[in-house]
T-cell receptor, first 115, second 111 residues
């Protein structure tokens, strides 16, 4: 069974640039959630994708957008990067069908630094 | 906002049981209690979850009080590799599968 993978591991960008982060979900999972974790804080929910559509969104501006592909992998895109976007970006996959017990499993994260 | 309250930090001797408390006094009837841990700069690792009954797996045990207002995660024989931030999360069903993380408890296992 393949776990959740993310790429790249680390990334350095400058303010105003755009970035794309990638996530491959765990085998058998159909839902991907993205979280942002600033230094010293707990992860904050950005949004979730299920069946290639956004299925819930946290308090993040529209310059944070995403995609989910037919193979359930996902991308997180951030436009017009700001210094405060520097964080660990985490992807979590889960299986959603019915019922509340679909546990989310996290990838190792992508460390984004905005200069 | 997180629906849970946890102590900021705890220490535990290697080989002893680590008991991590969590208060969730506003939990509703269909909300689950989840525990994750995060070792420095890695992704959170799922540990265990439960609704009403006590649960046990290969990693830990989860004890939920009868009124469901609090719970305790038990690591039966803590090792140095269990040093991490432990997050207690009440699953917010209103917003689907979103996990709302608080500050967690920093557990330091010492030899």
């Amino acid at each position: 069974e393949t776990g959740v993978t993310q790429s790249p591991t680390h990334l350095i960008k400058t303010r105003g640039q755009q970035v794309t982060l990638r996530c491959s979900s765990q085998s058998g999972h159909n839902t991907v959630s993205w979280y942002q974790q600033a230094l010293g804080q707990g992860p904050q929910f950005i949004f979730q994708y299920y069946r290639e559509e956004e299925n819930g969104r946290g308090n993040f501006p529209p310059r944070f957008s995403g995609l989910q592909f037919p193979n359930y992998s996902s991308e997180l895109n951030v436009n017009a990067l700001e210094l405060d976007d520097s964080a660990l970006y985490l992807c979590a996959s889960s299986f959603q069908y019915r019922g509340p017990t679909d546990t989310q499993y996290f990838g190792p994260g992508t460390r984004l630094t905005v200069l | 906002d997180a629906k849970t309250t946890q102590p900021p930090s705890m220490d535990c001797a290697e080989g002893r049981a680590a008991n991590l408390p969590c208060n969730h006094s506003t939990i509703s009837g269909n909300e689950y209690v989840y525990w994750y841990r995060q070792i420095h700069s890695q992704g959170p690792q799922y540990i265990i979850h439960g609704l009403k009954n006590n649960e046990t797996n290969e990693m830990a045990s989860l004890i939920i009080t009868e009124d469901r207002k609090s719970s305790t995660l038990i690591l039966p024989h803590a090792t140095l590799r269990d040093t991490a931030v432990y997050y207690c999360i009440v699953r917010d069903m209103e917003y689907g599968n979103k996990l709302v993380f608080g500050a967690g408890t920093i557990l330091r296992v010492k030899s």
